[in-house]
């Protein structure tokens, strides 16, 4: 199984970016996927969620109407589109896939550094 997220980066304020997370070794479509992220000194915190068909999504009131979650489960592939970026998201920038609810089924990703700073 891996989870293997990309397109971090440092982006100035108000800028945007794209993460993408690829998937492997599991039915991906099956799957419920998020981004989490994690900034120095803080706990970990949920950002955003999309259903397994992605017909359902969700976000942290910190990122409504400024990220996007989608997925693509043609390409095994789960995206966080960024805008209007802001200091206080620099974190790293996590994907995580569960399914299943007696047993949970539960993955993540490695994580990616976004740093947003002029």
């Known amino acids: 199984v891996q989870l293997v997220e990309s397109g971090g980066g440092l982006v100035q304020p108000g800028g945007s970016l794209r993460l993408s997370c690829a998937a492997s070794?599991?039915?991906?479509?099956?799957?419920?996927m998020s981004w989490y992220r994690q900034a120095p000194g803080k706990e970990r915190e949920l950002v955003a969620t999309?259903?397994?068909?992605?017909?359902?999504?969700d976000y942290a009131d910190s990122v409504k109407g400024r990220f996007t979650i989608s997925r693509d489960n043609a390409k095994n592939t789960v995206y966080l589109q960024m805008s209007s970026l802001k200091p206080e998201d620099t974190a790293v920038y996590y994907c995580r896939a569960t399914w299943g609810s007696v047993v949970v089924h539960d993955y993540w990703g490695q994580g990616t550094q976004v740093t947003v700073s002029s």
């Open positions: 070794g599991f039915t991906f479509r099956i799957y419920a």
């Open positions: 999309i259903s397994s068909a992605g017909g359902s999504t």
